[in-house]
């Protein structure tokens, strides 16, 4: 009888342990998304790809305003897009440029940038970097988005 009963408590044990894990996992997939993102119009392959990912309007596209930072091979990206996973559900805009001479910097002449650059949704720019409103959009849970950025 106490064998019987201790196998009872093992397997229930085992049992709640399994749904823990379980739980846990669908914790995580339900409160996050993936972003995927395809860059467009380059004029070579040298140099980097500086992206960054906003989730405030006040700090949009502001250097230390950035929730996420990354830069990455102009060649890999081209092979292989760029993805980002396990966002947290919410808005969010990205903003990206095409560092050729990899010095870690926008490069730009009297405000006229001498480096390609581009937004999320792709908007007209004329004088400025757009508004946050223009280049963002929702990324749900579970969600595979795909954004492609014309460089310009």
């Not at 914790?27 to 993936?34: I, L």
């Not at 380059?42 to 950035?66: M, R, T, V």
């Not at 490069?107 to 757009?130: M, Q, V």
């Amino acid at each position: 009888m106490i064998s019987q009963t201790f196998n009872l408590v093992q397997y229930f044990s085992n049992f709640l342990f399994f749904l823990a894990f379980l739980s846990i996992l669908n914790f995580k997939n339900v409160q996050s998304g993936d972003l995927i993102l395809k860059i467009k119009n380059f004029d070579n392959q040298s140099g980097l790809i500086h992206i960054a990912i906003y989730n405030e309007q006040e700090k949009f596209p502001k250097k230390e305003g950035k929730l996420l930072g990354f830069k990455e091979k102009i060649s890999k990206i081209i092979e292989n897009n760029y993805e980002i996973n396990n966002l947290k559900e919410g808005i969010y805009a990205v903003a990206i440029f095409h560092d050729e001479n990899s010095n870690d910097k926008f490069d730009s002449f009297f405000g006229i940038p001498n480096e390609k650059y581009g937004f999320s949704n792709n908007p007209s720019i004329f004088l400025s970097a757009p508004k946050f409103e223009q280049s963002s959009f929702d990324l749900r849970q579970n969600e595979k988005k795909i954004i492609e950025i014309e460089l310009k």
